[in-house]
């Protein structure tokens, strides 16, 4: 009895052993304990500059580095929310900001860069890597290679040929509104579909291609606004299999190369090698710059270095609601619409946005000429959503050439007023009004 008992404890160690192997694997650079500290709310600002460093990733090369001049310029002190003035130094601490960058005329006009991270950090975009796989289906279609949008998934990547994704326009995609049974939540705590998808892909190394296509339709496409990444890899499939290559390849042949990005980027795969499939949702690291280069890029109708990149109409189609489910107060996202995998705020007006989840952030706003790339680590972002979209309003009217020319001409109003009074030609009210003091009912 005691060698089986014995016998018993020495398997045990064993099982615990190879547990602990598995979970640890010292041999190897990815484990699944370095994945799982993903979820440790406190270590965001840090594990968000170093997400490649984790996990397996693909290098997105870039060929034409052309970095963007720099100007002079300043953020404003204050913003207003919710009927009071707060401190935009206050904003930045609270949402654990890590990095931002602030063009106007395709000029950095301000950057700030906290948590030790520099203009050359890679930070991870979360879902802003929507945008830009979003993106490269629009210059797909510029390029010919896609028909149409109506055309179904599977007409160019058979991976998905007889699934319910397969069978789901591009259109519906792109528009989050393809119907499928997918719960959307990154709550630790909360019932989540996301989230299985991603540890699955990292830590069981399984093909996520499989993995998404084994998601089903619970509702018809196209009936209402339903925020599900794996349509964003679907989608990614799509531009894999219309340019030939890896995620990361066809990103630094499209995009990378001819936006001119000032660094190297990553794309976070399952597995390391030519053999990976990358995340097609999320898992872009890039640097503050280069984000904000995409925001450019829409602000410029698409058009680069007199080079059209993306269809003529797509900006307008991509950056406002197609539908009226996806208009703010229609979806169940308070104070945010949506349109083709970007997102719009309340009130909109010529602005829109790429969003990933803890507080990552392209901004452009139309009408004043700017764009604003955000980068943080903070676990309580959804409770700043309306107040964000103040701060990046604040901002864009404060850098804005609107607000300067305003500036300009008042103050040129004001000399030209003092001039002429200089001269007599303009009575001083100051004047005026002492004199009517002293000689009433004149």
């Known amino acids: 009895m005691k060698r089986i008992a014995l016998a018993l404890l020495a398997l045990i160690l064993v099982a615990a052993l190879a547990a602990a192997g598995w979970y640890y694997r010292p041999w190897s650079p990815y484990s699944p304990a370095s994945i799982a500290a993903l979820d440790v709310p406190e270590d965001y600002p840090q594990t968000f500059q170093r997400m490649d460093e984790i996990l397996p990733w693909a290098a997105i090369e870039t060929y034409q580095v052309d970095p963007f001049p720099r100007a002079d310029g300043s953020l404003p002190q204050t913003y207003e929310f919710e009927g009071e003035t707060r401190e935009l130094e206050d904003f930045i601490t609270r949402s654990q900001m890590l990095g931002m960058t602030v063009l106007v005329d395709r000029e950095i006009v301000a950057q700030e860069f906290r948590h030790g991270a520099d203009a050359g950090t890679r930070f991870t975009s979360w879902s802003v890597a929507k945008s830009f796989v979003a993106t490269l289906i629009g210059k797909a279609l510029q390029d010919g290679l896609i028909e149409s949008l109506d ?246 009217e404060h850098v804005s050439p609107r607000a300067e020319r305003l500036a300009r001409f008042l103050q040129g109003v004001e000399a030209a007023i003092m001039e002429r009074q200089g001269a007599g030609l303009v009575p001083d009210d100051t004047e005026e009004d002492a004199g009517s003091d002293t000689e009433p009912g004149r």
């Open 151 to 396: 055309d179904t998934a599977e007409t160019y990547a058979p991976q998905f040929a007889g699934t319910d994704y397969g069978a789901t326009s591009l259109r519906h995609l792109l528009m989050m509104s393809a119907g499928m049974d997918f719960n959307e939540e990154y709550s630790p705590e909360a019932p989540s579909d996301v989230r299985p998808l991603f540890f699955n892909a990292f830590i069981l190394r399984r093909d996520v291609d499989q993995m998404v296509g084994e998601i089903a339709r619970n509702r018809e496409p196209g009936q209402d606004q339903h925020y599900t990444s794996p349509n964003s890899h679907v989608l990614a499939a799509v531009a894999r299999a219309v340019y030939g290559g890896s995620l990361a390849e066809v990103m630094s042949e499209q995009l990378w190369t001819p936006l001119g990005m000032t660094r190297r980027a990553t794309w976070l795969q399952n597995t390391p090698g030519e053999d990976g499939i990358a995340i097609g949702y999320c898992c872009l690291q890039a640097n503050s710059e280069d984000y904000a280069r995409l925001g450019q890029l829409y602000l410029q109708d698409g058009v680069w270095d007199g080079e059209r990149l993306l269809p003529e109409g797509w900006v307008d189609q991509a950056t406002i609601p197609n539908a009226p489910f996806q208009e703010p107060g229609a979806t169940p996202y308070p104070g945010r619409g949506y349109a083709l995998h970007f997102w719009v705020p309340e009130g909109y007006d010529g602005e829109f946005y790429a969003a990933g989840v803890f507080g990552q952030y392209v901004w452009v706003d139309r009408n004043r000429g700017v764009v604003i790339a955000w980068n943080s680590g903070d676990a309580d972002w959804a409770s700043k959503n309306a107040e964000q979209t103040a701060v990046f309003r604040a901002i864009a």
